[in-house]
T-cell receptor
Framework: GDSVTQMEGPVTLSEEAFLTINCTYTATGYPSLFWYVQYPGEGLQLLLK?????DKGSNKGFEATYRKETTSFHLEKGSVQVSDSAVYFCALSDLPGGTSYGKLTFGQGTILTVHP | NAGVTQTPKFRVLKTGQSMTLLCAQD?????MYWYRQDPGMGLRLIHY???????AKGEVPDGYNVSRLKKQNFLLGLESAAPSQTSVYFC????????????FGPGTRLTVT
């Protein structure tokens, strides 16, 4: 079955540091890939997405590139802020033509803490 | 436009009690989902629905039942709560089949003692 593996956390950085959170996946076919963010006490929000190989998703200074050859979708940001402190989830969704009815498979989440 | 709302926000149950969690969305989405979130395990799908009157089992359905009598509402029931069901429950909805941009509610924190 499908699976998503994220780098183990938690990750602690100083403000303005470079961020990378690794994500690799296993799936049959050609999934869509997502990064969701969960701020303390809130539900998940879509951060960015990519629907085919070599696509780059970007939002709020975060970027991730869909790498089919390495089955990866690593999240990066050049300069983090205290307000980026949150839990980040990598996720995949099956082919549109599949029978999964849009179910998302999530990684375990990575806690990011940014200090001033 | 409230998006996805969940009630209640918090609940404490004793083992064996029953309860229903309500999810409502005002975006006219066809697809709705119930997840549970446990530390170190990400989110796991409990049940989902692809339209009014339809439901299906997800990854961890045991001990839960669901109903989708109206398109905008998706109810999650626990008939006989167990401590293993202590978790944070999230509802989500999606406008299209391949799951792009699922919209999540704020969650319900349930403790079973």
């Amino acid at each position: 079955g499908d699976s998503v593996t994220q780098m183990e956390g938690p990750v602690t950085l100083s403000e303005e540091a470079f961020l990378t959170i690794n994500c690799t996946y296993t799936a049959t076919g050609y999934p869509s890939l997502f990064w969701y963010v969960q701020y303390p006490g809130e539900g998940l929000q879509l951060l960015l997405k990519a629907t085919k190989a070599d696509d780059k998703g970007s939002n709020k200074g975060f970027e991730a590139t869909y790498r089919k050859e390495t089955t990866s979708f690593h999240l990066e940001k050049g300069s983090v802020q205290v307000s980026d402190s949150a839990v980040y989830f990598c996720a995949l969704s099956d082919l549109p033509g599949g029978t999964s009815y849009g179910k998302l498979t999530f990684g375990q989440g990575t806690i990011l803490t940014v200090h001033p | 436009n409230a998006g996805v709302t969940q009630t209640p926000k918090f609940r404490v149950l004793k083992t064996g009690q029953s309860m229903t969690l309500l999810c409502a969305q005002d975006m006219n989405h066809e697809y709705m989902y119930w997840y549970r979130q446990d530390p170190g395990m990400g989110l796991r799908l409990i049940h989902y629905s692809v339209g009014e009157g339809t439901t299906a089992k997800g990854e961890v359905p045991d001990g839960y039942n669901v109903s989708r009598l109206k398109k905008q509402n998706f109810l999650l029931g626990l008939e006989s709560a167990a401590p293993s069901q202590t978790s944070v429950y999230f509802c989500a909805s999606s406008p299209d089949r391949d799951g792009h941009e699922q919209y999540f509610g704020p969650g319900t924190r349930l403790t079973v003692t």
